[in-house]
């Protein structure tokens, strides 16, 4: 007999775009704790040596106080500490699949971190992963935001209904988490942080003092800028400017998309 703990709010994705989809229903406070949540839960993972291998809002489950519980371990991996990855066949949610390990079958732990990439931009902007009415170029919500980041088109982005032009912490605050996503979201892996790295930079987004930021920045009111350009735009990492030159590879869309490996299959150590 299993006996399983009931999760009342059921799933992120129900609340950002299912069936418990209402504006104003998950504000952002709400939508970062369950950011940072996840990312302690994934860190934690990692310590472990275990890979969760098919992080997305659909196995994040909410309980009646908005706590996160992350789900559905069947397929997770044992990462061996001597070794830089496991080589498998992919396997994941198509729009949430790390394109490095689709390409080569490389599994790590920033594989996750791709993964979580994708649900800090749903939990910003309130769109699905993969949306097929979308243009055939941005079906993959990571490509849609990655264009748009790499733009410092924010306002393009973010969920209106978060209060991104009338609210300056929250536009300072989901800017932030876009551009942590950004760099979740890197296709070379090195390039991303680690899940580590991602709960840290969560915690001081959470944690900053924003009334300062906003004396300091000489903002008198919640008016909107003339510029929504962050201070430090993302476009200033070596790792943005790579990309900037390069074309994005993308997460499979669909079974249609070939699965196919350039790489050997043994695990390197």
């Known amino acids: ?58 196995n994040i489950l909410l309980d009646s ?34 394109p490095e390990y689709h390409q080569c079958y490389q599994l790590t732990t920033k594989s996750d971190v791709y993964s979580f990439g994708v649900v800090l931009i749903e939990l910003i902007s309130s769109l699905p992963a993969v949306d097929m009415n979308r243009s055939r170029q941005e079906i993959n919500l990571s490509t849609y935001a990655m264009n748009r980041i790499q733009r410092c088109a924010f306002d393009e982005l973010v969920d209106p209904g978060l209060g991104f032009m009338s609210d300056f912490k929250v536009r300072k605050m989901t800017t932030s988490v876009a551009e942590l996503a950004f760099q979740c979201l890197q296709l070379d892996k090195e390039f991303r942080p680690s899940m580590d790295e ?51 590879h993308r997460s499979p869309i669909s079974v249609m998309d070939q699965w196919d490996s350039r790489s050997t299959t043994s695990t390197s150590k």
């Open 65 to 98: 106080n908005f706590g996160v519980k992350v789900a559905d371990f069947g397929l997770s991996r044992l990462f061996p500490n001597d070794v830089t990855h496991v080589s498998t066949a992919p396997q994941g949610t198509p729009g949430y699949l790390d």
């Open 198 to 248: 991602v709960l840290e930079t969560l915690n001081r987004i959470e944690s900053a003092d924003y009334e300062a930021l906003k004396a300091e920045e000489g903002t008198q009111s919640d008016e909107v800028e003339t510029s929504t350009k962050p201070p430090h735009s993302p476009m200033q990492s070596d790792a943005a400017k790579q990309l900037a030159n390069h074309q994005l």
């Open 1 to 58: 007999l299993l006996v399983y703990e009931y999760v009342p709010n059921g799933t992120v994705a129900d609340h950002l775009y299912g069936d418990k989809a209402k504006t104003g229903s998950l504000p952002w406070d709400i939508r970062l704790r369950i950011a940072i949540g996840t990312a302690s839960a994934l860190s934690y993972l990692h310590a472990s040596d275990i890979i969760h291998r098919d992080v997305k809002t659909n």
